[in-house]
């Protein structure tokens, strides 16, 4: 008996062993199947770069304490596993990346991705942190000068790269004709009139922040289907990541036609935009009860085809004087800042309004200190992000005294229009965020990034901008650039490698802002992609050190041979070489109007020789960089279209974009891209018609006529745009 009892006790002591084994097994079990469902969005991104060595990668996200906002991640290796933890999928992302790029493994740029994974892991171990909350990224307008053809497919590799980037901050602007056409039609404007109001593809942003109406439109139900389809997916994943897109608000314009309906609503026609040329804009008063209105109901409508948000777009006065009286100016903007944030409030209690600060550095005469306490003052201070991107140009958040207690991110444009001359300030970005960190009055700085207008060149700028937020520029920019270069180029880099591109951060990289493309009120990268004019003669030079960029390119012609054609090395050499040899030709296009002008025909002559000769050779170079090349742009732009009449206006957009623009101001050539196609196709014929027209005033005995010329010049222009020629 007492053996029989031994041995019960024996087995139930055993039984509760096992018992207690499988709880345990079955709690860990259920932890790691937990935080492997919460990892599965930045697990999936990992996959895509790196197929199945992602299963090497073990990920785990660690909550962040109540009332602490920092992001963080840890990395840690063994031979055959990589260990992350961090605050959030995109987090998870970005050490993934950081470590794969540490190790020379993996480079990922919109030029294409190096991948040469090791066997096994070398032994790696890494703490990271920021005081940045947000990790902002894209403009307003960049969707016109970059996305408007952009599928699902496209949009995806784009947001994979936001993530590897740390980006949590991103502007998602697709898809909202959808809920403007569902919101207009409920105030008895028609589909016809809708046709009227909303411009083509290209220039919806400019529709959007209500600079124009109704350009190079009607736009096609079926684009505004398509960006619905294709703005669903884009939230879905952003939001699975752990981002926090940023999505419109109304912010007061109206369609004319709903002015016409609505007579005895206080409605302001505007001015035209930027010179004129342009259709008026119709801006609702903020005192008008149907402006809390419209705004309640356009988040209400958007909600309901894209579910919440927790972060809106909304922009009055963008590059646009308020209608405000003078003598109750700032009364009348602190109105309109609170109809607009409790219009946001009313429909969406927890969100945040955003807005971009780029009108406070563009029109500083009107927004004084002032008026701008004055438009923020009614709106609770945590309730709000200004978006101050533009600090390569102007210094708003210390004119601002850091926008009075509102929440705002810092950053910069970088590109305007897609415009890709090779340029950036390395040195120029790591020291203003040092001094940013030391400032005392930074205020609530919660971000930090770069929103540029357009994308797929300088991705160097971008790869360094998205680290500083974390290393906090504490390595100097020459340490950064011996990793990038290993990862990028796939090998321990030469002395001379390493001293060409020292070479180019002194003579490109050194340039916060390229003057160039705004000289004498004419838009375009450089002279040769300007309207012609006289003038060139007194352009003063553009900006950066052309001997040390010519220096760079000779070494790094030397050490092409070291690298195979697909290595991105080669990418580098076509950018570097295209832009020294484009500088060239603006010092040979001011020397030929010069030569013209003084009737030195020989020496006219050999310059517009010279000049063809560079403009063809750049052109044919480009053909090894596909990504920047007219005839993709515009397939990819006809081939959007369902029907030929669609893809006729989507081909007409994509060459009016990023020539004429439109108006009657001095956004022709604002867009200019240095691209295969468009030196030899759009850029040397202007000019070949203008030289030859001064070369023959000058046989003809008779005074050259430049403003005939200029007109003649526009009208090959319009023809160009509406060709269908893909070139």
Not at 227 to 245: F, T, W, Y
Request: charged share 25%; glycine share 6%.
């Amino acid at each position: 008996m007492k053996t029989d009892c031994s041995r019960i006790k024996n087995e139930t002591a055993s039984a509760g062993g096992f018992t207690y084994f499988m709880v345990l097994f079955f709690l860990i079990f259920n932890m790691y199947s937990q935080n492997g469902e919460k990892t599965k969005s930045s697990f999936a991104v990992i996959e895509k770069l790196i197929g199945n060595r992602a299963n090497d990668f073990q990920l785990e996200i660690i909550e962040s304490k109540e009332g602490d906002d920092s992001d963080w991640f840890e990395v840690e290796t063994t031979a055959n596993a990589v260990k992350i933890k961090a605050t959030s999928n995109t987090v998870i992302c970005y050490a993934a990346y950081n470590f794969l790029r540490d190790i020379g493994a993996v480079l990922v740029s919109w030029e294409g991705n190096r991948i040469n994974l090791p066997k096994t892991w070398p032994s790696y171990s890494k703490k990271g942190a920021t005081p940045f909350k947000y990790r902002e990224y894209l403009n307003a307008c960049t969707f016109g000068y970059t996305t408007p053809w952009w599928d699902w497919e496209r949009w995806e590799k784009e947001i994979d790269w936001m993530a590897l980037h740390g980006i949590n901050l991103p502007t998602a602007l697709e898809g909202q004709e959808a809920v403007w056409q569902l919101l207009w039609k409920e105030y008895g404007v028609t589909d016809e009139q809708l046709q009227k109001h909303f411009a083509g593809p290209a220039f919806l942003p400019w529709q959007r922040m209500g600079n124009i109406n109704s350009l190079d439109g009607p736009l096609p139900q079926e684009w505004i289907n398509k960006k619905e389809i294709v703005q669903k997916k884009i939230l879905q994943k952003m939001r699975a990541l752990g981002m926090h897109p940023v999505v419109p608000a109304f912010s007061g314009y109206v369609p004319k036609a709903f002015a016409e309906r609505h007579p005895d609503s206080k409605i302001s026609e505007l001015k035209s935009w930027s010179g004129g040329g342009f259709e008026s804009t119709y801006l609702l008063d903020s005192k008008d009860p149907l402006f809390k209105e419209i705004g309640k109901r356009f988040i209400e409508i958007y909600t309901k085809l894209y579910g919440e948000s927790d972060f809106y777009l909304a922009d009055s006065f963008n590059e646009i004087v308020p209608p405000v009286s003078e003598g109750h100016k700032n009364e009348e903007l602190a109105d309109y800042g609170k109809t607009i944030f409790e219009a946001i409030n009313d429909a969406a209690p927890k969100a945040k309004w955003v807005m971009q600060g780029w009108l406070f550095g563009d029109n500083k005469e009107f927004w004084t200190k002032e008026a701008t306490k004055a438009f923020l003052s009614k709106v609770p201070n945590d309730r709000m992000i200004i978006q101050d991107y533009a600090n390569d140009r102007y210094k708003v958040w210390e004119n601002q005294e850091a926008f009075y207690g509102k929440q705002w991110t810092y950053g910069y444009v970088h590109n305007y229009g897609g415009s890709n001359p090779v340029y950036g300030d390395f040195n120029f970005y790591r020291n203003e965020l040092i001094s940013l960190m030391r400032n005392t009055n930074k205020g609530n700085v919660v971000g930090y990034g770069v929103m540029p207008e357009g994308l797929n060149n300088n991705s160097s700028v971008y790869e360094y901008i998205y680290d500083l937020p974390w290393t906090l520029g504490k390595e100097s920019v020459n340490e950064w650039l011996k990793n990038y270069l290993k990862a990028r180029y796939g090998k321990d880099n030469s002395p001379a490698v390493l001293k060409a591109w020292q070479l180019l951060v002194e003579s490109v990289y050194s340039t916060k802002y390229w003057e160039t493309r705004w000289w004498n009120d004419k838009a375009g990268a450089y002279l040769f992609f300007k309207k012609p004019t006289l003038k060139i003669t007194e352009f003063k030079g553009n900006p950066g050190d052309k001997e040390k960029l010519k220096q760079a390119l000779d070494i790094l012609n030397k050490e092409a041979k070291n690298f195979d054609k697909k290595n991105l090395f080669q990418y580098d050499l076509i950018d570097a070489s295209r832009h020294y040899y484009s500088l060239c030709i603006d010092e040979m296009l001011m020397e030929c109007v010069a030569a013209y002008n003084s009737k030195d025909l020989k020496k006219g002559d050999e310059l517009f020789s010279k000049i063809e000769k560079q403009a063809f050779e750049i052109d044919n170079m480009m053909k090894g960089q596909p990504l920047n090349n007219l005839k993709d742009w515009l397939q990819s732009a006809w081939n959007y279209g369902s029907s030929e009449s669609e893809s006729k206006l989507y081909l007409k957009n994509a060459k009016t974009i990023i020539t004429l623009w439109g108006g009657e101001g001095h956004l022709n050539d604002y867009a200019s891209r240095a691209w295969g196609g468009m030196y030899k196709g759009f850029y040397w014929p202007r000019w070949k018609m203008f030289l030859q027209a001064q070369r023959e005033s000058v046989t003809s005995n008779k005074p050259f006529n430049e403003l005939k010329v200029v007109e003649s010049i526009k009208e090959w222009e319009t023809k160009w745009c509406e060709s269908e020629k893909m070139n």
